[in-house]
């Protein structure tokens, strides 16, 4: 990251980053990777041209962190894997009044306009405004499962509260939604939208690809599927 590449029980607060960042795994506009510790009121404007794995706007990995009123703007760009346009991971932790303004050019699995991969983790009040286009033409990543989506990629056993999306979503494989590519067992999404425009090959949705024991409250989307 531009500010920190990892921070362990570290706090980090009215923290900016403005630049270009490269490298080749855990790229993130502001840190790298966040273990048991927090971002608040901290923000990015992130130019990321490299094709690295785990490349998010603000931070690429979370775990066991608060992400608290932070935002970031900017593009990934040159094929990133994983890719976020806040967050490329998170592991149980909370995310909460936030929001990215991204614009995603990405390849393989899990990139999402505000999270790339959500894993036991609670997302509130949060939104992402980015365009997301997966440029991958291969199809054998999870059988041609590659979980994209225009909020968040892929939600594993998490809690989705109170969050939109409005940015396109673009691929030619399948799994691709326009809030997001898959909704997982355990999860729980409410009072959501999105209003993007999708564009995959099968087994596309306008609000989730794929949904697996999960569910599903008082959400819609308005977008296009093509």
Do not use: P, W
């Amino acid at each position: 990251g531009i500010l920190a590449g990892y921070g362990l029980k570290t706090d980090v607060t009215n923290c900016f980053s403005d630049g270009e960042v490269n490298g080749t795994m855990y790229i993130g506009g502001l840190v790298g990777y966040v273990n048991h510790g927090s971002l608040t009121s901290c923000y990015s404007n992130i130019i990321c041209n490299s094709s690295t794995y785990y490349v998010g706007g603000l931070a690429a990995y979370i775990a066991y962190s608060d992400i608290i009123n932070c935002y970031s703007t900017g593009e990934i760009g040159n094929k990133s894997k994983g890719a976020g346009g806040l967050i490329a991971s998170s592991s149980g932790s909370n995310i909460k009044d936030s929001y990215s303004s991204v614009d995603i050019s990405c390849i393989s699995a899990n990139n999402g306009g505000l999270i790339g991969l959500v894993s036991n983790s609670t997302v509130s009040n949060c939104y992402s405004t980015g365009n997301v286009n997966n440029v991958d033409t291969s199809i054998s990543t999870y059988e041609g499962f590659k979980y994209t989506g225009g909020f968040i990629g892929n939600i594993q056993g998490s809690t989705i509260q109170d969050c939109y999306s409005t940015g396109d979503v673009n691929a030619i494989f399948d799994g691709v939604g326009g809030f997001s590519g898959a909704i997982q067992q355990g999860s729980n999404i409410n009072n959501c939208y999105a209003t993007g425009n999708v564009n995959g090959r099968a087994r596309i949705g306008g609000f989730a690809a794929i949904s697996v024991a999960s569910n599903i409250t008082n959400c819609y989307a308005t977008g296009n599927m093509t």
